[in-house]
């Protein structure tokens, strides 16, 4: 049953109804031994959150899913390479394209935040590390953690208040219009299903400045510092300014044929910069450009950055 994925809505007559109890009732594949097992193993989700209680009682409405899938055979590891920077508090990794920063449906050991813990763990650190923010599967970048529940606070504390300047990189086959190299995009951004979208009303406050570093042949290379901390608040405000990021699928159009295409999602966490939450000090830390983005962008038309 490798790769299986298992899902169902709570009727309302089994509201109440203990966890375990409920998947064997619901699903064929499963005894009630065998929900338990997959309960312990975090292969089963309650609308969108990782669930190991046996004994949680089921609400009606819930969407639960069960992964019924081994282990992926290539788990993340983290080495020296990738540290950008690191002290008692602090852990920054530079994040590959493709690697989700915290556990998904069917893969939790190939995340971000679980090769870290296995890296603190040989160098025989505390291994309880938080996320404080977090990439998309399909961005490279500054992944930034906190090492135990102060430095989480601390830095959750440095986010809500704004006080990271975040700097990206972007690739489009789109092209800049106007004479403004320059401009802030600033609206309302909601989730709807899959997607982030621009509303009038409702939503949530979201503010990026987009600036364009070079018109290419083929497209544009941009920068993007997003001023507030939205799901999807880059992606979404480029595609809105008609230059959606190449190789985004989700927000971006079908490539036509004899267009620029592009390996994976074009968008790089470049930088963060803000005052140490314990030692005061100014701190920017600062990814170099993969490989991918940089043959991405020499095909577009450049032959290297000019940031």
Known sequence: MRGTRLEATVADDEAGERLDRWLAATFDELSRRAARRLLERGAVWVDGQ????ASRAVKAGQDIVVVLEAPPKKVFTLDEARVLFEDEWLLAVDKPAGVPAQATPGDAQSTVRAAAERYLRGHG????????HRL???TSGVQLLAKGPQAAHALGEIF???AVEKVYEALSS???RGADKEIVVEDRLEKQGRTVVSVFDGGRRAETAVRLVNQL????HLEAR????????????????GLPILGDRLYGPRPEPGAPRAPRMMLHARS???AHPFKKSALEIESPLPDDFAASLEGLGASGSSL
Do not use: N
């Not at 650190?125 to 404080?132: G, Q």
């Open 160 to 162: 809500r208040e704004r």
């Open 217 to 220: 042949a083929a497209g544009c």
């Open 226 to 241: 997003p001023r507030t901390g939205r799901q999807h608040q880059v992606r979404v405000h480029l595609a809105d300014l």
């Open 50 to 53: 990782r669930i190991r209680v």
């Open 125 to 132: 650190e505390d291994a309880s590390v938080h996320l404080p």
């Open 174 to 176: 789109g092209h800049w």
């Open 272 to 274: 963060l910069a803000f």
């Open 136 to 138: 998309d599967r399909g």
